[in-house]
């Protein structure tokens, strides 16, 4: 299978508290990387391996995520309105991305793995790819596939090694041989997101909103021997804090963003 028949389901209802400073007013999705959100990335990164159809999970203010999408292509162009008829003419209309989204509420409490279970509705195909909204990487995608398939399991998660928030520093004999300024850790792996699932992989599970993904629905699959694992060693990082917001920032104005 290509990654170009699967779609993405995108959880984009969390709250973002811990980046609140942007957040009081919209959803971390739409918290943005060089004028664009975050979600607008993350779509970019499947859409490179040739996926076009999106679900996106709504929740906490997922109004501010229908608008943006409805209102797209006027957004890239000139327009002319005409306040009588109310008709809209668009200019010279921008190349538009190829992406199919679907914008389903799956309440604005619901958790991770209550939100996937309320939009399997919306998925076409019996596999699927899945990821967080607020996370990037360079991750190659067909890849990612290519190991679930291998795997056979019912569903397979990314894992990363986490970028330290601290400079690492190799001493010898009271001398700094290498200062590496916030490097990925090296001794350890976390669940970066970017999922591979068979629709299986939730028989049985219940739409309870409060159904997290991570304690629900993941280590059952684990325990049974349907869990497999995509190592991933590149580039990864999510956007939990107004630092990390600007991090991400600082490498997109560089002009080298990896997740691109």
Known sequence: MSPAGMEAVILCGGQGTRLREETEFKPKPMVEIGGKPILWHILRRYHRFGVRRFVLCLGYKGEV????????????????????????????????????????DTGDDTM????IKRALKHVQGSRFFATYG??????????????????GRLATVTAVHPSSRYGEIDVAHGAVKTFSEKPQVNDGWINGGFFVFDKKAFDGVSDDPGLVLETDVLPPLAARGQLSAFQHGGFWQCMDTYREMLALNQIWARGNAPWL
């Open 65 to 104: 995520i229908r608008d943006y999408f409805l209102n797209y292509r006027v957004r890239q162009s000139d327009v002319t309105v005409n306040l009588r008829s109310h008709a809209i003419t668009v200019h010279d209309a921008a190349a538009e991305e190829d992406w199919e989204i679907v914008l389903t």
């Open 112 to 115: 991770t793995g209550g939100r």
């Open 134 to 151: 607020d996370g990037v990487a360079d991750i190659d995608i067909a890849a990612l596939l290519a190991s679930h398939e291998k795997g």
